[in-house]
T-cell receptor
Framework: AQSVAQPEDQVNVAEGNPLTVKCTYS??????LFWYVQYPNRGLQFLLK??????LVKGSYGFEAEFNKSQTSFHLKKPSALVSDSALYFC??????????????FGQGTELSVKP | DGGITQSPKYLFRKEGQNVTLSCEQN?????MYWYRQDPGQGLRLIYY???????QKGDIAEGYSVSREKKESFPLTVTSAQKNPTAFYLC???????????????FGPGTRLTVL
């Protein structure tokens, strides 16, 4: 069965420090992996995705994520956090072996709080 | 959120009423999706449609209905059979959803439904 886990409900970081939001996944084939960000009462904004190739993926707003097949992880990172990065972050996976209309499986979300 | 509109932003429903949430996209995307978001549970798929006049149930379709008469429109009706409809509803679309395609899902701004 396909699944995504975000083991931390909340991550607290000081502004200027590096941040990491963790994600692990379980699929039967090679996954497509996505990160989205959500601000209060807004829709999800796409940050980045991994399809194939280089394990380090760069995305919007200075975010990047590293695909680690052996650890089945896709952690989101940023070298220097901003207060404006405070939001809810979702990791999602799609197993390309199973069509299901392009269905994404989402983690439960991680609340990132960046303090000045 | 660009390219996908949802209305209304806030909706209040009395018990026993059916309500319809609108989703329109001008991205010329083939596939459209409806998700439900509850606190701490991530997003769960209600219905999806890969082409006009065709749609499939997602993981939590009971108490909901959809139609796809036009490519750009995918309205969701929350019926009185849905026991706990209070939630944030998100519509998404993607260029294609064929097997193996890594297309990104883009989201609308959401509709918050509250049952009084």
């Amino acid at each position: 069965a396909q699944s995504v886990a975000q083991p931390e409900d909340q991550v607290n970081v000081a502004e200027g420090n590096p941040l990491t939001v963790k994600c692990t996944y379980s699929v039967s084939g090679n996954p497509y992996l996505f990160w989205y960000v959500q601000y209060p009462n807004r829709g999800l904004q796409f940050l980045l995705k991994y399809i194939t190739g280089d394990n380090l993926v760069k995305g919007s707003y200075g975010f990047e994520a590293e695909f680690n097949k052996s650890q089945t992880s896709f952690h989101l990172k940023k070298p220097s956090a901003l207060v404006s990065d405070s939001a809810l972050y979702f990791c999602a996976v799609r197993d390309p072996l199973y069509n299901q209309g392009g269905k994404l499986i989402f983690g439960q979300g991680t609340e990132l709080s960046v303090k000045p | 959120d660009g390219g996908i509109t949802q209305s209304p932003k806030y909706l209040f429903r009395k018990e026993g009423q059916n309500v319809t949430l609108s989703c329109e996209q001008n991205l010329n995307h083939d596939a459209m999706y409806w998700y439900r978001q509850d606190p701490g549970q991530g997003l769960r798929l209600i219905y999806y449609s890969q082409i006009v006049n065709d749609f499939q149930k997602g993981d939590i379709a009971e108490g909901y209905s959809v139609s796809r008469e036009k490519k750009e429109s995918f309205p969701l009706t929350v019926t009185s059979a849905q026991k706990n409809p209070t939630a944030f509803y998100l519509c998404a679309s993607t260029r294609g959803a064929g097997q193996g395609r890594p297309d990104t899902q883009y989201f609308g701004p959401g509709t918050r439904l509250t049952v009084l």
